[in-house]
């Protein structure tokens, strides 16, 4: 089994649909949770940072966390076509552990 | 605003070629890596250092080199370069402060190796 599962999609919704991407893993010591997006022909960028579970609001972007589920989740409310962009979803066990691990990012696209 | 800059956003180079791929940061990070980043594969760490003049490899460390002479700038070379080296590479930056395990990215430089 793989330490971080991420369906890849694609995913494909229409503007002002709320979208909900997921990641599943398997490595309990995970603590640290982290969504990244990334423009095509980018580098990743950072956009939600969550410690331990439950949820975690920043505009139009929740994170959510479970960790008995070992389940986090990204919900995006009133998407935009400017939200069109690979998501990549990643954690870390904390510490002196310096190494992230992510899933394998999934494409979405929100069409006007 | 955390600044990872890398030297070039494409390049095109040899097979057997050496090759150099600079990034540097501008946040005073003690941490740096470098991802390769392949369709299908995700994100793969080849090497991070924690320190000047120390590294360590990471999951997919062979036919590559890393160096770190000064805090901001992390170097990854290709000693002979491959057809099946030709990616995207992505170097980033954390801080041992909180949150340490942020890493910031760089835009990439896209290899194609011929």
């Known amino acids: 089994q793989k330490e971080v599962e991420q369906d890849p999609g694609p995913l494909s919704v229409p503007e002002g649909a709320i979208v909900s991407l997921n990641c599943t893993y398997s490595?309990?010591?995970?603590?640290?949770f982290m969504w990244y997006r990334q423009y095509s022909r980018k580098g990743p960028e950072l956009l939600m940072y969550?410690?331990?579970?439950g949820n975690k609001e920043d505009g139009r972007f929740t994170a959510q966390v479970d960790k008995s589920s070992k389940y986090i989740s990204l919900f995006i409310r009133d998407s935009q076509p400017s939200d069109s962009a690979t998501y990549l979803c990643?954690?870390?066990?904390?510490?002196?552990?310096?190494?992230?691990?992510f899933g394998k990012g999934t494409l979405l696209t929100v069409n006007p | 605003d955390v600044k990872v800059t890398q030297s070039s956003r494409y390049l095109v180079k040899r097979t057997g070629e050496k090759v150099f791929l600079e990034c540097v940061q501008d946040?005073?990070?003690?941490?740096m890596f470098w991802y390769r980043q392949d369709p299908g594969l995700g994100l793969r760490l080849i090497y991070f250092s924690y320190d000047v003049k120390m590294k360590e490899k990471g999951d997919i460390p062979e036919g590559y080199s890393v160096s770190r002479e000064k805090k901001e700038r992390f170097s990854l070379i290709l000693e002979s370069a491959s057809t099946n080296q030709t990616s995207m590479y992505l170097c980033a930056s954390s801080s041992l402060g909180r949150p340490q395990e942020t890493q910031y990215f760089g835009p990439g430089t896209r290899l194609l190796v011929l």
């Open positions: 969550t410690y331990s579970s």
């Open positions: 990643a954690m870390i066990s904390g510490g002196s552990n310096y190494k992230l691990t």
């Open positions: 490595n309990s010591a995970f603590q640290y």
């Open positions: 946040m005073d990070h003690e941490n």
